[in-house]
């Protein structure tokens, strides 16, 4: 009897388990239905924004705007996607623009906050740029305040701004940290935002949103509130790194899917790009130096970046033993100098500066003619960067890299256990050791844009010289260092990039010599090429050792050495002819 009931409750119970399956089957259906229509409504939504003419000069603000342009910022014109960002904005869209560094994102809310009554709140990462800006918008007699926990006159305006009892003020900066911090700001801002005055919020540096990326910052969640708190206000947000991925993750965490997105191209045509041969003397390498500031940039003005205060220093002395006028800049000074010195650089009684890559925030001069890297940079993006302080003015300048393996070495100790930090040096390595392609469509490579020879008008070192290149079979060469390296191996011996090359010419220490490994005939400039491009290849690899003193680097097998066992495989390596190999 018992056993029967408890069979027709299974049964029962199965049945269940039956409705249950096909209600949750049905569940998701709609749910993917759903999705799939309000995915569609926002594709659809940002492809209409996207066709809209952004660029004309019909809105009803337009001949403000130009005024206020020209008479306040005392700007002529416009550059690409400024104008757009700014009718979209004013238009009530939200916009996403990406642009290069230096490209004047600033302008794209401070014209609209300056044009329009009501705050402009702008959301910035560090509060030495909000400083630096403020400090620029004084110079044109634009008053902007900042919201901090500080007290000063800054910020005092700024509050008072907030509470509409200043309406000479239209801008106001403020950390997301602060922002999420202070309750009082988020309910006066509600209450500013009722009064509908809260025209606009600009959020630099919107990349630090996305949790993709390195430049993840915590407290710029709390910005995903924004869209539900203010419901209408348009959301600006401005970026110079953003791959789609990033940019979708900032999309869904501001909540503005639908957003219109802006993207101006990386490229500076007006910058020539070189890259030369460092001359292992030092002498030489100083003489180099001399001789192009001398000569080519003689009367001009620009920057000499270097990688330690050491290096920065000892240059500086020597440059100046030669008559040049010179200063030198990096962290470790004082401010009132520092800025003494980027005084005298502005003025031009410097001709240029021999700076650490400090050098670099907030520096505002047009006219910076040449950008020479003393030493490599550590990425291709510090590059882009720091080569980008060049020519801001839209005339020609010239970025130039003193390219030596050894430098290479150096820096990779710095980024010790950072992989990803390694994998960027070694692109650099790639953009300075290619023999052939156009450097422009290298960087534009490194964004994901494309170029073509069109876009670089022969404005790089390997699109104005019909410079010819090589191909050689240096597998062998490849055998040869590695009879070396097993050597230092078996006496458990390590290698520097130094000393295996001293081997492979049958110098220095006798214990790493091989004998049958043959004496190149060709220069150490090339063997350091060949060693090079066996490193980007993972032919060979660093292996990081640290001690009391320093951190070092050996060149061991790399994880592509199992390779070279096959006897079909060749090493092929393309060289301009000038390496005589
Ligand atoms: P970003 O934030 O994109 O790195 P900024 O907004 O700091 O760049 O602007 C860089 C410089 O470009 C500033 O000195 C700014 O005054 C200048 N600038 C911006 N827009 C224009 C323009 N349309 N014409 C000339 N200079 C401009
Ligand atoms: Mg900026
Ligand atoms: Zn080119």
């Known amino acids: 009897?018992?056993?029967?009931?408890?069979?027709?409750?299974?049964?029962?119970?199965?049945?269940?388990?039956?409705?249950?399956?096909?209600?949750?089957?049905?569940?998701?259906?709609?749910?993917?239905?759903?999705?799939?229509?309000?995915?569609?409504?926002?594709?659809?939504?940002?492809?209409?924004?996207s066709k809209r003419d952004w660029n004309n000069s019909n809105f009803p603000w337009s001949k403000k705007l130009q005024a206020k342009l020209n008479d306040v910022l005392k700007i002529d014109k416009f550059r690409e996607h400024q104008?757009?960002?700014?009718?979209?904005?004013?238009?009530?869209?939200?916009?996403?623009?990406?642009?290069?560094?230096?490209?004047?994102?600033s302008l794209c809310y401070q014209l609209p906050a300056i044009t329009m009554k009501g705050l402009t709140i702008v959301v910035s990462p560090l509060i030495a740029l909000i400083e630096d800006q403020i400090h620029g918008l004084k110079k044109v007699n634009v008053k902007a305040g900042m919201l901090t926990s500080n007290k000063n006159d800054l910020v005092k305006m700024a509050w008072d701004a907030l509470d509409g009892k200043n309406d000479d003020v239209n801008l106001l900066y403020i950390t997301p940290e602060f922002m999420k911090k202070s309750k009082r700001f988020m309910s006066k801002l509600q209450k500013s935002f009722n009064q509908k005055r809260v025209k606009l919020?600009?959020?630099?540096?919107?990349?630090?949103?996305?949790?993709?990326?390195?430049?993840?910052?915590?407290?710029?969640?709390?910005?995903?509130?924004?869209?539900?708190?203010?419901?209408?206000?348009p959301?600006?947000?401005?970026?110079?790194?953003?791959?789609?991925?990033?940019?979708?993750?900032?999309?869904?965490?501001?909540?503005?899917?639908?957003?219109?997105?802006?993207?101006?191209?990386?490229?500076?045509?007006?910058?020539?790009?070189?890259?030369?041969?460092?001359?292992?003397?030092?002498?030489?390498c100083l003489n180099m130096l001399v001789n192009l500031l001398k000569t080519r940039f003689s009367g001009k003005s620009g920057i000499i970046y270097t990688t330690t205060i050491k290096d920065a220093e000892t240059l500086t002395a020597s440059l100046r033993g030669h008559g040049l006028k010179l200063g030198c800049y990096h962290a470790m000074l004082e401010p009132d100098v520092r800025s003494k010195i980027y005084q005298r650089w502005i003025t031009g009684e410097y001709q240029a500066v021999v700076a650490t890559i400090a050098f670099g925030l907030g520096i505002d001069k047009p006219n910076v003619r040449f950008v020479i890297h003393h030493c490599m940079s550590k990425s291709?993006?510090?590059?882009?960067?720091?080569?980008?302080?060049?020519?801001?003015?839209?005339?020609?300048?010239?970025?130039?890299?003193?390219?030596?393996?050894?430098?290479?070495?150096?820096?990779?100790?710095?980024?010790?256990?950072?992989?990803?930090?390694?994998?960027?040096?070694?692109?650099?390595l790639e953009?300075?050791?290619?023999?052939?392609?156009?450097?422009?469509?290298?960087?534009?490579?490194?964004?994901?844009?494309?170029?073509?020879?069109?876009?670089?008008?022969?404005?790089?070192?390997?699109?104005?010289?019909?410079?010819?290149?090589?191909?050689?079979?240096?597998?062998?060469?490849?055998?040869?260092?590695?009879?070396?390296?097993?050597?230092?191996?078996?006496?458990?011996?390590?290698?520097?990039?130094?000393?295996?090359?001293?081997?492979?010419?049958?110098?220095?220490?006798?214990?790493?010599r091989v004998s049958s490994v043959p004496t190149p005939k060709f220069s150490r400039e090339t063997a350091e090429a060949i060693i090079a491009y066996l490193l980007i290849n993972g032919y060979l690899k660093e292996d990081f050792v640290f001690n009391a003193y320093a951190n070092l680097s050996y060149l061991i097998r790399g994880p592509n050495s199992t390779l070279i066992s096959d006897n079909t495989h060749k090493i092929l390596f393309t060289h301009d002819e000038g390496l005589k190999l």
């Not at 290149?469 to 458990?492: L, P, R, S, V």
Request: with cysteine; net charge neutral.
């Open 235 to 284: 959301i600006l947000g401005l970026t110079a790194t953003a791959t789609t991925k990033i940019l979708d993750d900032v999309q869904k965490m501001l909540d503005i899917q639908s957003c219109l997105i802006l993207r101006a191209s990386f490229n500076r045509p007006n910058l020539m790009y070189e890259v030369r041969r460092k001359p292992s003397d030092k002498d030489n």
């Open 201 to 233: 919020f600009a959020i630099d540096e919107v990349h630090c949103c996305s949790t993709w990326g390195h430049d993840f910052r915590p407290d710029y969640q709390f910005l995903g509130c924004l869209k539900a708190m203010f419901p209408g206000v």
């Open 431 to 512: 953009y300075c050791l290619d023999a052939s392609t156009c450097r422009r469509s290298l960087i534009a490579t490194h964004f994901n844009e494309s170029w073509s020879k069109k876009d670089c008008n022969e404005m790089c070192d390997h699109c104005t010289k019909t410079k010819k290149t090589e191909t050689t079979d240096i597998t062998a060469y490849c055998q040869q260092i590695y009879q070396i390296i097993d050597k230092a191996n078996e006496t458990e011996n390590n290698l520097t990039l130094l000393k295996l090359v001293d081997a492979w010419y049958n110098k220095g220490t006798t214990t790493h």
């Open 1 to 49: 009897m018992e056993d029967d009931e408890i069979k027709r409750i299974d049964l029962e119970i199965r049945r269940i388990d039956n409705e249950i399956r096909k209600l949750k089957n049905r569940k998701d259906e709609l749910n993917e239905r759903k999705e799939k229509i309000i995915n569609d409504a926002v594709r659809q939504k940002s492809m209409e924004l």
């Open 380 to 428: 291709m993006e510090n590059y882009y960067q720091e080569s980008g302080r060049a020519g801001r003015d839209g005339k020609k300048a010239t970025c130039i890299v003193l390219f030596r393996l050894a430098d290479v070495f150096k820096l990779s100790t710095m980024v010790i256990g950072d992989k990803v930090g390694l994998q960027n040096l070694y692109k650099t």
């Open 83 to 105: 104008l757009a960002a700014i009718n979209a904005v004013l238009s009530g869209e939200d916009t996403i623009l990406v642009m290069p560094t230096g490209g004047g994102k």
